[in-house]
């Protein structure tokens, strides 16, 4: 995953949204750790369009990193640090 360059974004992704108040807008009153970041925002930060950000977000979901929460008609994403720590298990074992 981490090889080719979409993989490098999905990485930068996945990085970004440890810590989402550090390197996203908050937007409103909620707290962006909690109910995730917006695929537009990924997209602007990462200078690519929303298309693009959106299948890289939807390719790390359908893994089981991410999470997704519908807040009024987004989609937002957050990390699902469950299951990224059974992954680095995973790939510390070896398979």
Do not use: N, Q
């Not at 369009?49 to 929460?69: K, N, S, V």
Request: with cysteine; charged share 30%.
């Amino acid at each position: 995953m981490a090889g080719a360059p979409s993989g490098r974004i999905r990485h930068t992704i996945l990085e970004w949204l440890k810590d989402p108040a550090a390197h996203f807008p908050a937007r409103g009153s909620g707290d962006l750790a909690e109910t995730g970041v917006t695929a537009r925002a990924v997209a602007v930060k990462l200078g690519v369009p929303p298309r693009t950000a959106r299948a890289h977000l939807d390719f790390l979901t359908r893994l089981g990193l991410l999470r997704t929460r519908r807040v009024r008609c987004r989609v937002c994403y957050r990390r699902d640090e469950i299951r990224i720590a059974e992954v680095a298990r995973v790939f510390e074992k070896g398979w």
